[in-house]
């Protein structure tokens, strides 16, 4: 599995910006998706995800109002979408797949990263 993130830049807070990630290899109904980001010299952090079902889940409780997962099993996609964004929002965002039944962790593949930069 390969995912490829896009969508990243430079944005001023208070706008929105949608992250695309293009996944190649197995179909994507049989994984969750998720995003995560990270920011010099701290872990990654879970956004969310969606499972094969579509249910989500939200680990950024601050932004969970503001994040929007989805998917597009058809075209092997995954986006988020980042509503009334915050200089705290500024990071490296990954997208990431896992099979359903495994931990983020664990037979987790990972795309390369885009980076959002928010200016206030």
């Known amino acids: 599995v390969q995912l490829q993130a896009s969508g990243g830049g430079l944005v001023q807070a208070g706008t929105s910006l949608r992250l695309t990630c293009e996944v190649s290899?197995?179909?994507?109904?049989?994984?969750?998706v998720g995003w995560f980001r990270q920011v010099p010299g701290k872990e990654r952090e879970f956004v969310v995800d969606?499972?094969?079902?579509?249910?989500?889940?939200n680990g950024v409780d601050s932004a969970k109002d503001r994040f929007s997962i989805s998917r597009d099993n058809a075209k092997n996609t995954i986006y988020l979408e980042i509503n009334t964004l915050k200089p705290e929002d500024t990071a490296v965002y990954y997208c990431?797949?896992?099979?359903?039944?495994?931990?983020?962790?664990?037979?987790?593949?990972w795309g390369q990263g885009t980076q959002v930069t928010v200016s206030s």
């Open positions: 290899g197995p179909s994507l109904s049989r994984f969750t």
């Open positions: 969606i499972n094969g079902s579509g249910d989500i889940r």
């Open positions: 990431a797949a896992k099979p359903t039944i495994m931990q983020w962790g664990r037979s987790t593949f």
